[in-house]
Each structure stands twice: as C-alpha cells, then as structure tokens.
C-alpha cells in the first residue's frame, strides 16, 4: 500500500477508526496528525469494542506502528489512561507507539480554560460545544509559542517551564472568575505522566521520512471532520486544527509530494455533536429513527448525535479541499427501513439557489437544504459482501451520491465490523 491520508469529509464521527482499521490489514505505519483526545474512534473486533481517543487505531493489529504526530496536542494523563484500556483489551504495543517530540503537550490548565471559555461563550450566547478537553487552548499556547512539547520533557528545565505556565493560566482563570488550580498538585500529576511517557517520545519526522523513503505503507488517520477543520470548516464551530488532508503533510513532517492518495470517509446520512449550523437536521420522527437505528451516541462525551439527511455541498467541498479520490461510505445498514431518502443538493439561500459552500457562518446559517427525494430499498444490507449483494436502490442511492459529490464509492460499510465492508471496484487495485 502507498501512502494515504484518511479524513472525515463531514463533521466527523464518520466511521473513520472502523476505515482504518479495515486499511491497516495492508500498512506498516499508521499516524495521527493533528487533535488530542477530542476524538473518539469505536472500532468492533470481533466481539470486543475498543474507543480510542489519542491512539491510532491501527494499534489493533499486531505489528503495525502507530505514531502521534507533531500536529497533535497530547494529554498525558489522557494518554496513560487509553493506553491502560488498550493494554486491558490484550493489545502489546511495546516498540510500536512513539509520540513525536515536537507534539504539543495538553495540560489540566488547557482543559480548565476549555470549560471557563465555554461557560463565558454560553452567557454570550456564542458556545461551541466543545469537548472539553483543552484542545483550543492547548492550540491557542502552541501558536502564541508559549505551549510545552513531548519533547521539553527529554531536556532540563522542564518543571520549571511548567511551574510558570501553571502560573500564567491561574492568573487567565482568575480573570474567567474560576478556581485556580492547585501548582503541587498539576506538577505532581504532570511530571509523574511525563516521565513514564518519556521512552515513547522520539523524533517521528525522521522515523516517517525514513520509512517512506523505504517504500513502507503509511496510513496518516484523521481526526475529526472537514467541516470541523480550523480554516475549511464552519467557523467558529470548529475544533482547532487542521482536519484536512493537509494537515497530513504540516502534522507529521512528511512533506506534500509524498502523499499518494487521498480518502474521504463520510456517512450515508450526516450527523453533528455540538453546535453550530447544521442544514440538513432532522428534527421529526425520521431523524430519531436515524439516531436510534445508528446508535448515534458520542464516544467521548456520550452527548446524543444531531442527524439529518445526506449533505452533498458538504461532501462535494469535502472532494474540493481534501483532494478525496474515493469515498468510504458508511453506516449505509442504518438506512435499510426508509421509505424514502432525501440527499441535500444545493441551498436556498433568501431564494437564490447556491451549490458551494459559503463562507460566513451568518450566510451558512440562514441556508435551507433543495432536496432531491429517492426511494429506499427496505430491506437488510448487513450480510451483502459484494456491490451485486446490495439492493438496486442502495446502489442507484451511492451511485447518486458519487455522482453529486465527483469521487466514487471504493468502500461500502454495512456494519460495524471489519467483514461488513464491501470493496468496489472503484478502490484502488493494491486493497482490493
Ligand atoms: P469516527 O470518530 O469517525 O471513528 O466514528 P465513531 O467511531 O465516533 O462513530 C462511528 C460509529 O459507527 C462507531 O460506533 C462504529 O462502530 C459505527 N460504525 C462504523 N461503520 C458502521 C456501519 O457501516 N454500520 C453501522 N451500523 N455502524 C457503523
Ligand atoms: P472524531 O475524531 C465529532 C466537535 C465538538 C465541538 C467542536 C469543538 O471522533 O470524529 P473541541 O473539543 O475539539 O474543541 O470541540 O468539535 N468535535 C467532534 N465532533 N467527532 C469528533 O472527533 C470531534 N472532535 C471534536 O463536539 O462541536
Ligand atoms: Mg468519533
């Protein structure tokens, strides 16, 4: 396998730690570039079912290296506490998972100002939703160039950079009107973290460049989704990175023109934690089948799922900023007992019809879906293994939404496991 970036081409959720895990079969790397623990990727092995958060999920299969990135900001007591569940679910990852040195550290001051932030933003009337997990604040250190690395951790002084970087974030949360944090008790907990983080923190830039250079497969795993992305997405309900393919390149030190091919995962419908605008919602007794049947439920914060109809202006951008060449289209299952789909083909906008994605968050609010009505297949996909096992109106259903979007079907996910997954001939010839 070449090298391949894996994205969420909506608003995340999408699948994408299922993807991954099905791809992984065929890399040697797998890589994270950009978020913290903000994700939440299930993957169904067989019976067992791990969410990971931080972890590449291509740490599920023995013998493969998963690596966390420069672009990514890490919680080191998030991480221990993952890789504890891992290692419970039987998973050795000894020499098989490095954190970047020049990966930004997510520190319990992060995640105080997260929920100081969003508790101003909801008296404003301006919350996002966030997950609290100090994400936007561990990004917003790390561009003012005042955030700590995994590898300020190898080198003397680190306590002290961390004494006074406590310090600083008291005097902001005093300012937020929040209890401060207690120093002893953030440099007790932090440094215990480091310390046993410490082997794993090695230079990964020169470990991925070395590895490419070799000819080995790398899979570089997304987080979130383009519409989440910092600067592509539905600003400001976004996370804080570079959700993008993009961010592939600047998040692991792996330069553009080694990437070969790009993957967009998406849902068969669309869904949406947190706020911000969401065109398509449901908010009738369809979008609660959708929720129900999906088990649309967040990993992380076991908020319930927004859900609404297919959005392909969302998708078709997806295709334009990402590069998408093929799609993995999942949780097509969740819609076998529809009568009838609706797939999103253009807004209104105030009674002008648009077909791109607009830029301002007001304009994007005020858009209402066109829809384009096709009728359901009404029955199980669950046990299809091929294209020709699905139903003539799943495929006529996915061959409009590759139409609509410009980027054709290579994977069809009918469940949560690795075997519910159809390759299409559409998929490149070496994972087929
Ligand atoms: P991610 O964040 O993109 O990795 O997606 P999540 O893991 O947060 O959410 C996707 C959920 O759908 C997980 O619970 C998966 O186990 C599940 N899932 C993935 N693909 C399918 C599918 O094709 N059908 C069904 N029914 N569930 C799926
Ligand atoms: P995966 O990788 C869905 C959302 C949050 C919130 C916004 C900002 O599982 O697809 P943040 O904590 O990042 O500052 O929150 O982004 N969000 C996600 N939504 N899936 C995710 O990850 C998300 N990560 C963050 O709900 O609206
Ligand atoms: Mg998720």
């Known amino acids: 396998m070449a090298t391949r970036v894996l994205i969420g081409g909506q608003w995340g959720d999408e699948g994408k730690g299922k993807i991954v895990d099905v791809l992984t079969e065929k890399a040697e790397w797998i890589a994270r570039f950009q978020g913290g623990n903000n994700a939440g990727h299930t993957v169904k092995v067989g019976d067992r079912k791990y969410v990971l958060h931080l972890i590449p999920s291509g740490i599920l299969r023995e013998g493969k290296t998963c690596i966390l990135g420069n672009g990514c900001v890490i919680d080191p007591a998030g991480f221990l506490t993952e890789l ?27 995640k105080a100002m997260d929920g100081a932030r969003e508790s101003r933003h909801q008296e404003a009337g301006v919350k996002i939703g966030t997950t609290k997990r100090g994400i936007g604040p561990a990004y917003v250190d790390k561009m003012q160039r005042t955030g700590l690395r995994a590898g300020d951790v190898l080198v003397a002084g680190f306590a002290e950079k961390l004494r006074k970087n406590v310090q600083d974030h008291n005097q902001l949360l005093k ?26 923190i090695v230079d990964t830039t020169v470990m991925l460049n070395r590895a490419v250079a070799n000819g080995e497969s790398v899979l570089f795993e997304g987080a979130q989704g383009t519409m989440l992305d910092i600067d592509h997405g539905s600003y400001p309900f976004v996370t804080s990175s570079n959700t993008t393919s993009g961010g592939a390149a600047s998040g692991t030190g792996v330069p553009p023109n080694r990437i070969e091919d790009v993957i967009g995962v998406v849902k068969a419908y669309t869904t949406r934690v947190g706020e911000g605008p ?9 979008g609660d089948e959708i929720a129900k049947v999906g088990d649309e439920f967040g990993a992380t914060t076991g908020r319930a799922r927004r859900c609404g109809w297919f959005d392909a202006v969302v998708a078709r951008y997806a295709v334009m900023v990402n590069g998408v060449n093929w799609w993995a289209i999942t949780k097509l299952d969740v819609l076998d007992g529809f009568e009838t789909l609706k797939i999103c083909v253009a807004y209104d906008v105030n009674g002008e019809r648009i077909e791109h994605l607009p830029g301002q968050i007001e304009t994007f609010a005020a858009c209402t879906p066109v829809y384009e009505e096709m009728p359901g297949w009404k029955c199980p996909t669950t046990q299809a293994r091929t294209w020709e096992d699905l139903p003539e109106n799943c495929r006529k259903y996915i061959q409009r939404l590759e139409e609509l979007t410009g980027a054709p079907a290579g994977f069809v996910s009918v469940g949560p496991k690795r075997d519910e997954t159809i390759i299409t001939p559409s998929a490149p010839a070496d994972i087929r």
């Open 84 to 110: 504890a569940e891992v290692h419970a679910g039987g998973i050795d990852t000894e020499g098989r998972l490095w954190i970047s040195d020049r990966a930004q550290l997510a520190l319990p001051y992060h």
């Open 175 to 200: 300012i937020h009107g929040v209890d401060e944090l207690d120093e002893e008790a953030v440099l007790e907990e932090v440094l215990a973290a480091t310390e046993r983080m410490k082997p794993m």
């Open 278 to 286: 969401f065109p398509t919602e449901l908010f009738d007794a369809q």
